[in-house]
Each structure stands twice: as structure tokens, then as C-alpha cells.
């Protein structure tokens, strides 16, 4: 039977066009404006490596002023950043699977060609960096530890920077100079753009990847400063890097990588244990609070979704259902206009349950339409959204993909709310009709 | 077959009471060829409906091939309506955006027959009532009395016990209203218990019964001898039998 009531669910399309395209149009509204405020969401709040939500951890400890929080508004949050002195002792732990030391610099990329020198956002970072948050190589690797110290002349190209310099030429094994100094090419980053950026919020949740990698040791080498947040909560005496690198500001990002629970254990302990060793020798002053904080305890701490999007999601779920509500209504008119042919198929032996069924399908026709169309909306919608975005906010630097990445999951999610809330919002109408008496409506013909 | 005993069938408003049935009683014998006729508002299309259970009714019993329909569910009653119960209407009532040849089938898809099953069903009854060369032609392309045909096609395509017709000539001119009805007499020649609703006498005449219905209630019985059409004396009207 489903065949003949696909064939009548279409048939019945054609007696009332209007009513059925009003229909459609309402679904795919609702459907494309969901489906634009969930990707944008999506985009913005997702935890991009969730997969590794049990072994990834910031790490962060509490050395701020006695008396003042960093932030006064969340007195219950250390800094985000750490001291160069604690990131080295904790850094020496074996504990960790991976581990990762790291900051954001600024650099002069020279000697390549004719190409004028031009500066670059490098990170400056360990070896682990690559594995543990997992980037994608298009030609090349990262380099070993062995390389972080002392380091190694080695440098690591985003694709872009690499179509830059190279014209997207494998360059690995080449060389280039980076602050007048001369590094080796060893890989060049295929396209990675996590957004939000978890593993360094500084600068704006959603800013690009850096676009060139040094080992971290050059930091200190090159006395090297972190291009971001540099903060420092009482007054010292800075004369010099190694003053800055001694003091108690903060400025260096740590993540470890710890494959269980007994190792998140032994390393929590292992911090406590650094934390009340440098409180006897009269650092943090605060209560304890050193913390291992996985990726989505880490977005939700820096407020990376703020309430806005979470209302925007709402008011998109709100808009849907009132589509939905004028779809039941324009449903109830549209089946009670063809009620007499209704009650010609009840005289002529259709069940309430066959009716129901039948007019379960046309409303199933019209939600799959409307989905398609809600979907194709939506594509144009967030395209749309992806110019304005990058437009204002990444000028050349690109990277506002994650805003068009219309994954198949998605897509198969859109469809099913949109089938399934078109099917409940039918199920009234279509009960209505098939309790209909008959003889009414046959009287009326 | 068909048997009503003190059925009452009642429409409500919040201020009045209508009797459509009133202690209705009635029989109906296999291959009968009965008429029900009546003045407007005196019950004759409510029995229809009652009786092709189209409506519920309020009390009394009715028992159709000895099933006591009260007790059914619409899934069962929905069965019995589809294969015993073949239904015209005065305003033919078919479908107007199938063709003839799926508004034949409609009956037949609720019972799920095979498509050959229904083919087959479907041509016979379009040729039985001349209209196979039309089937594919869609209702508003054929005349009243052809569309009233297509109707009887529908109608017995099924092959059912029981055809109830409401006012089936209503809509029509008196060559095709008798053109109808010796298509009716001839499906009933073939076995099938007619009921016939009709203003018209002399088309009552043509039943083997008529039963007169005056504010819901039966106010007289009449038989008549078998239509001059019928019996071959074309001149004369049938006579009242008892």
C-alpha cells in the first residue's frame, strides 16, 4: 500500500498547490534556520577533539595574587596560562603519555626566492604538540623531542604558508631563514583549522592555527616573548628575559596527555606535590587549585559558548515550532478540503487506520520536501554566514570552513527532525480526518 | 441477511432531539431488489448509511449476515463495508483527480488484491457497464450518466452481497436514469441484494419491494410483480402485489 499512497500523497499535492508549496516552505524555514543556528553552534561550542575528552588535559595552577583573583567575576579559575619556571618542573614529569609546553610568537620569514621577508604567527612548542592534538600532515612530520633540546634549526609550514612561499610544492628538506636564522623545513601542515582553537584561546576563540612551528627551546634561545597575554599580578623586576622567565608571570599554555585514570591520579598528585613544595618557599598564596582540565570543562570554563548562541538555538527551536503549529493548521485545511473524498474511500471500505496511514505518508512527502528544501536553504544560508564571517573577522587568513562543514551526520540529524517533526505535527490532523463520520462529507459532495 | 429490529438512530443538538430512525425494523432477503422511498427528512438516507455502516446508531440491533455489527471494530467493519457492501451515489461520487480505471480500483486496493487480481475485476466490471474503452478518461471527461456507470463499476467491482444505492438517478435525464437502472436490474438479476433509495414511484415500481418511510418509521410494505420491462410487456406499469 505504500506505493498507492505515495501515488495519492502526490496526486493530492497537485489538487491544492498552493496549500502544499505553503507547507513546504513553512518546514524549510524552520528546518534551515535550525539547521544554520545548530552548525554555527556547532562550530563555535563543539569540543573538536572530543574523542579525546578522557586523556586530554589542560594544566593549570594557581599562582595569582593573595588577595585578587585574576578574574574577579570567577574567583574559582586560575589563570589559563602558567610561569615559565612551573611549566619546566612539571614538564620533567614522566607521567604524562604526551606533553606539551607552548606559546604564541611572531617571526620574520626570509630567503625563500624573491619573496619579501614577511612576518609570521609561529608557535613556539614541543615535539608532542603534533600527535597529541593530532594535526594532519601533507607532506613531512613533525621533529623529535630530541629536537626540542636544544633545539634543533627546524620549522614546520601550515599549508598556506606553504602555497605562500613554495606554490603548495612538497618544500620539506628546504630551507628558509626565520629571524634571520636558517631552519629546515621538515613538514608542512595539511589544512586544520580547530575551531573553537581549544588548545589556545588567546586572541579570540576561533583564531587560525599558527602558520609556522619552531622547537621551544628557541624561546629562551632567541628570548623569544608571547605575542599574546603576558600577565604578571605583582610588580618585579624585569631587566632581562631570564628576569621574565623567573618571575611569576604567566604567558606558557601546558597540556598533557594522560591515558587513564591512575595516570591522571599519579599526575594530579604530582602537582600537588610541586604546589605544596613551592608554598612552604612562600609561592601560591592561594587556596590550592591546581586543576587538569579536559577540552569541554575547558571550553565551558572560558565561556567559549556564551549565553547569546545557547538563546539563538532556543529561539531557532521556537521558530521551528511555529512553523510546525502553522503546518498543523495548514495540514487540518488542507485534509478537511479533501474530507469528502475521505469519506468516499471510508464508504468504499478504507479504515480509520488506513486513512491515517495514508495521510501519514502525504504529511511524510510534504516533510521530506520541505527538509530538502530546509537543507538547500540552509547550505545558502551558512554560505552566506561564511563570507560575512570571514569577511569581518579573518580577513585573509581564511578558516571560517567549519561554518560550510555539512558533515553527513548532520545532514541524516536535519532530515530526521525534520521528518519527525513534521510527522508529529501531521499526526493530529491526519487522526482528525480519519474520525471524521463519512456520511457528513458524502452528504456534502 | 440483512436484519434491523428496533433500531433508533438519533442526532442530537444541545437543544433538540431528531428521530432519523425510529424503532426501524426490517428484512432483507438474498437477491432481493428492494426500493425505500419516502417523502425528504423521513429517514431514507440515514438508513442507508445505517445500514452500509457508514453511521453508528443509537439503539436497537442490526445483524448483517448474521454478524451483530454493533460489536465490531472499525477495522472489521471497514472489511465488511469493503467486500460485501457496494455503494451509488446520487452525485456519483468519484474521485476527480483519478481516472476511471483508478476509481474502479480504489475498493480493490483496500482489500489488497494482486494487480492482476485487480485487473482483471476492474475490466469486467467496465465492460459490464460499457465503459471499458474509457478507461483511462478522467470523471470530468464523461457524461452524468457515464460517470453514474463508472460508479456502478466501482461499486461492483468487489462483487459484493449488497449494493445500496442513494437516489442514483437523481442527477440524471430519464434515458440514462433507465439506463441505470436496468444496469441495476441486471446486477440483481446476477444474485446481488439491492437496496434502492428514490423519490420516484414509477422507479420504485421496478423493485420487487418497496418500503415507504414517513419521520423514520416504516408506513408501508408493498410487493409488486416483476417490472414490464423485465417480464417483456413494455406498455404497462407493475402492479401492486400485496
Redesign the interface.
Known amino acids: 500500500?505504500f506505493g498507492?499512497y505515495l501515488r495519492l500523497a502526490l496526486?493530492?499535492f497537485?489538487?491544492n498547490p498552493g496549500i502544499t508549496a505553503l507547507m513546504v516552505i513553512a518546514i524549510a524555514l524552520g528546518i534551515a534556520v535550525c539547521v544554520m543556528t545548530l552548525t554555527v553552534y556547532h562550530a563555535m561550542s563543539g569540543n573538536p577533539i572530543w574523542w579525546k575528552n578522557d586523556r586530554l588535559y589542560a594544566v593549570t595552577m594557581d599562582n595569582w595574587d593573595p588577595n585578587h583573583p585574576l578574574i574577579p567575576s570567577r574567583p574559582e579559575l586560575p589563570p589559563p596560562e602558567m610561569t615559565y619556571k612551573d611549566t619546566q618542573f612539571l614538564f620533567a614529569s614522566n607521567i604524562p603519555e604526551r606533553k606539551v609546553v607552548m606559546y604564541s610568537t611572531e617571526g620574520v620569514v626570509s630567503g625563500v626566492g624573491t619573496a619579501p621577508p614577511a612576518q609570521i604567527a609561529t608557535r613556539v612548542t614541543t615535539a608532542d604538540f603534533f600527535a597529541m592534538f593530532e594535526v594532519p600532515f601533507l607532506y613531512g612530520n613533525g621533529w623529535t623531542a630530541g629536537a626540542d633540546r636544544p633545539p634543533q634549526p627546524l620549522i614546520v609550514l601550515s599549508r598556506r604558508e606553504n602555497e605562500k612561499l613554495f606554490g603548495g610544492a612538497n618544500s620539506v628538506g628546504r630551507t628558509l631563514r626565520w629571524n634571520d636564522h636558517e631552519f629546515r623545513i621538515v613538514g608542512v601542515l595539511n589544512d586544520w583549522f580547530p575551531r573553537p582553537r581549544y588548545y589556545d584561546l588567546n586572541g579570540g576563540n576561533f583564531q587560525t592555527p599558527d602558520d609556522a612551528y619552531i622547537p621551544y627551546a628557541w624561546g629562551s634561545d632567541l628570548q623569544l616573548l608571547n605575542k599574546e597575554e603576558n600577565d604578571c599580578w605583582r610588580p618585579e623586576k624585569l631587566d632581562n628575559f631570564r628576569d621574565f622567565e623567573a618571575s611569576d608571570c604567566v604567558w606558557q599554555q601546558m597540556w598533557v596527555e594522560l591515558p587513564d585514570a591512575a595516570s591522571l591520579v599519579r599526575f594530579q598528585s604530582f602537582m600537588d606535590g610541586y604546589w605544596a613544595e613551592q608554598r612552604k618557599a612562600g609561592r601560591f598564596e592561594r587556596p590550592k587549585n591546581n586543576r587538569l582540565t579536559n577540552v569541554s570543562h575547558w571550553l565551558r570554563d572560558n565561556q567559549v559558548v556564551d549565553n547569546d548562541n545557547r538563546v539563538l538555538v532556543g529561539l531557532a527551536f521556537a521558530f521551528l515550532a511555529l512553523c510546525l503549529i502553522n503546518t498543523v493548521g495548514l495540514l487540518l485545511a488542507k485534509f478537511l478540503n479533501g474530507a469528502?473524498?475521505t469519506g468516499?474511500?471510508?464508504?468504499?471500505?478504507?479504515?480509520?487506520?488506513?486513512i491515517f496511514g495514508q495521510l501519514l505518508i502525504e504529511v511524510g512527502v510534504v516533510s521530506v520536501l520541505g527538509a530538502l528544501l530546509g537543507l538547500a536553504l540552509a547550505a545558502l544560508g551558512l554560505l552566506a554566514v561564511h563570507h560575512m564571517y570571514a569577511a569581518a573577522h579573518l580577513g585573509e587568513r581564511g578558516g571560517s570552513q567549519e561554518l560550510m562543514h555539512f558533515d553527513v551526520v548532520g545532514v541524516v540529524w536535519a532530515l530526521i527532525l525534520a521528518v519527525a517533526a513534521t510527522l508529529a505535527a501531521g499526526l493530529y490532523p491526519a487522526w482528525r480526518i480519519g474520525r471524521l463520520?463519512?456520511?457528513v462529507y458524502?452528504?456534502s459532495? | 441477511m440483512l436484519k434491523m429490529y428496533d433500531v433508533n438512530k438519533i442526532y442530537r443538538t444541545d437543544l433538540i432531539e431528531t428521530y432519523a430512525l425510529r424503532q426501524f425494523s426490517l428484512e432483507v432477503t438474498p437477491g432481493e431488489f428492494v426500493a425505500i422511498t419516502g417523502p425528504s427528512g423521513s429517514g431514507k438516507t440515514t438508513f442507508l448509511n445505517v445500514a452500509g455502516l457508514l453511521e453508528e446508531f443509537d439503539s436497537g440491533s442490526y445483524l448483517l449476515e448474521g454478524q451483530d455489527v454493533r460489536s465490531l471494530s472499525d477495522d472489521a467493519r471497514s472489511r465488511l463495508r469493503n467486500e460485501r457492501i457496494g455503494f451509488i451515489f446520487q452525485s456519483f461520487n468519484l474521485i476527480p483527480d483519478l481516472d476511471i480505471y483508478d476509481n474502479v480500483e480504489v475498493p480493490l486496493r483496500y482489500r489488497r488484491l494482486s494487480g492482476a487480481d485487480r485487473r482483471e475485476r476492474i475490466g469486467s466490471a467496465l465492460e459490464l457497464v460499457g465503459l471499458a474503452s474509457r478507461a483511462r478518461h478522467m470523471p470530468s471527461q464523461l457524461s452524468g450518466g457515464q460517470q453514474q456507470r463508472v460508479a456502478i463499476a466501482r461499486a461492483i467491482a468487489g462483487d459484493p452481497a449488497f449494493l445500496l444505492a442513494d437516489e442514483p438517478t437523481g442527477n440524471l435525464d430519464s434515458l440514462m436514469s433507465r439506463q441505470v437502472m436496468d444496469l441495476l436490474e441486471q446486477i440483481n438479476e446476477m444474485g446481488t441484494t439491492i437496496l434502492l433509495v428514490t423519490h420516484d414511484p414509477e422507479l420504485a415500481r421496478r423493485a420487487q419491494r418497496n418500503v415507504h418511510l414517513v419521520d423514520g418509521q416504516i408506513s408501508d410494505f408493498r410487493a409488486y410483480e416483476p417490472h414490464p420491462s423485465v417480464a417483456g410487456d413494455a406498455g404497462s406499469v407493475g402492479a401492486v402485489r400485496a
Open positions: 500500500m498507492y496526486k493530492s497537485g489538487r469528502a473524498v468516499i474511500r471510508r464508504a468504499l471500505g478504507a479504515s480509520r487506520r488506513q463520520s463519512p456520511a458524502l452528504k459532495q
